[in-house]
Structure formats: structure tokens, C-alpha cells
């Protein structure tokens, strides 16, 4: 079976910096996606990682441990906008193309 | 641009009805997906597809067929709606491969009375 943990709802201030982690134990592993979804909207495409380490895209960074089942999404001078839904999502064994989602972390920036 | 299109956005159907969720993609992409999304429950995939008229059964498949009689085109039926299935519906769609990019549609908004 798969299992990806993700907290359920986090706060931040703006302007502040805010990580966001995802556990994972899955049968293999190739990859791990992070999807941002606006409430009312689809999910569109932030980050994939596949190897271990930090890949930074402007304000949002994503981490990855393979041997440990351990990424973050970091993100940066927090903005009113930056207020959504975070889905950590993983790909299991070799050559699979399906990912399965965590629940979602909604996350909520304040002035 | 990529482009997902789901062809409604909000629904309500009645109990027993046949309802059919429509989802058209731009990009010649072979891996077509539905999923459903419920507060928290996250995303949970009822049927995927990897070609033409070939259907895979995600993880909640029951009471859910689908149709892709072409490739841009993957469609969910609801045989006989129940009020369990009142939920928010995304199509997504990807290239062959492992490690590319699912991208999805707007999402469709089933109410079922």
C-alpha cells in the first residue's frame, strides 16, 4: 500500500517563510510531485523531484530524501495569494506514471 | 498553452440518473485520468487510461465507467447517480512516461438530489 502524511492546515504571516512537509511510504518510489490548487480551481503544477536535494523555482523550493521518505515545499515571501492548497503527490514503483495524492495541506497567509 | 477542458462546470442531477462528464485535451497526450476530490479526502483516482479505448480501474471505481473512443477525449458515466457521488470531478492528462507533468482541468461540480 501508499501512504503520504501532509498536515492538514498550516497559517502564516505574510512575508514570512512557510515549509511544508510530506511523508511518504510507498511500494518504490519515482518521484514526487507538489501541485498548488486554489480553492474552486484545478491543481497546476509547482515542482518535481526525483533525485535527492533542494531545486529552488523563484519564491518556491522543494526538497527531497529518498532514504528517509521526506520532502518540503518551501516557500518564500509569503503573499495574500500564496493562500491554497498544497498537494504533495508520489509515484510509486518503476515506470509508473500515476501518481497518488496526499490530502492537501491548506495553507493560510494573513497580513 | 496546454489545455484541459472539462465540458461542464456545475451540475445537479437527479438520483438514477445517467450522467456523462466530458473531458477534451489539446495536447496529444496519451494518459488520460479522473479523479474525484472530497474535503478531506484529497484526490482519489477512479479511472485512468493509457490509449485508445483502454481503461484502467483506479482506487474507488464502483458505480463510475468511462469512454475513450479518441484520444483527446476520455469521458466518466454515472450509470445511476447516487447522492454519494455528489462531488468535485477533475480530468487530468499526461504524456507516456514516468515523471511528466499531469495537467489538469477546470473541474466539475456534481450535485446530486
Known amino acids: 500500500g501508499q501512504n503520504i502524511d501532509q498536515p492538514t492546515e498550516m497559517t502564516a504571516t505574510e512575508g514570512a517563510i512557510v515549509q511544508i512537509n510530506c511523508t511518504y511510504q510507498?511500494?518504490?518510489?519515482?518521484?514526487l510531485f507538489w501541485y498548488q490548487q486554489h480553492a474552486g480551481e484545478a491543481p497546476t503544477f509547482l515542482s518535481y523531484?526525483?533525485?535527492?536535494g533542494l531545486e529552488e523555482k523563484g519564491r518556491f523550493s522543494s526538497f527531497l530524501s529518498r532514504s528517509k521518505g521526506y520532502s518540503y515545499l518551501l516557500l518564500k515571501e509569503l503573499q495574500m495569494k500564496d493562500s491554497a492548497s498544497y498537494l504533495c503527490a508520489v509515484l510509486a514503483s518503476g515506470g509508473s506514471y500515476i501518481p497518488t495524492f496526499g490530502r492537501g495541506t491548506s495553507l493560510i497567509v494573513h497580513p | 498553452d496546454v489545455k484541459v477542458t472539462q465540458s461542464s462546470r456545475y451540475l445537479v442531477k437527479r438520483t438514477g440518473e445517467k450522467v456523462f462528464l466530458e473531458c477534451v485535451q489539446d495536447m496529444d497526450h496519451e494518459n488520460m485520468f479522473w479523479y474525484r476530490q472530497d474535503p478531506g479526502l484529497g484526490l482519489r483516482l477512479i479511472y485512468f487510461s493509457y490509449d485508445v479505448k483502454m481503461k484502467e480501474k483506479g482506487d474507488i471505481p464502483e458505480g463510475y465507467s468511462v469512454s475513450r473512443e479518441k484520444k483527446e477525449r476520455f469521458s466518466l458515466i454515472l450509470e445511476s447517480a447516487s447522492t454519494n457521488q455528489t462531488s468535485m470531478y477533475l480530468c487530468?492528462?499526461?504524456?507516456?512516461?514516468?515523471?511528466?507533468?499531469?495537467?489538469f482541468g477546470e473541474g466539475s461540480w456534481l450535485t446530486v438530489v
Open positions: 523531484n526525483v533525485l535527492d
Open positions: 487530468a492528462s499526461s504524456l507516456q512516461g514516468t515523471g511528466n507533468t499531469i495537467y
Open positions: 510507498t511500494s518504490g518510489f519515482n518521484g
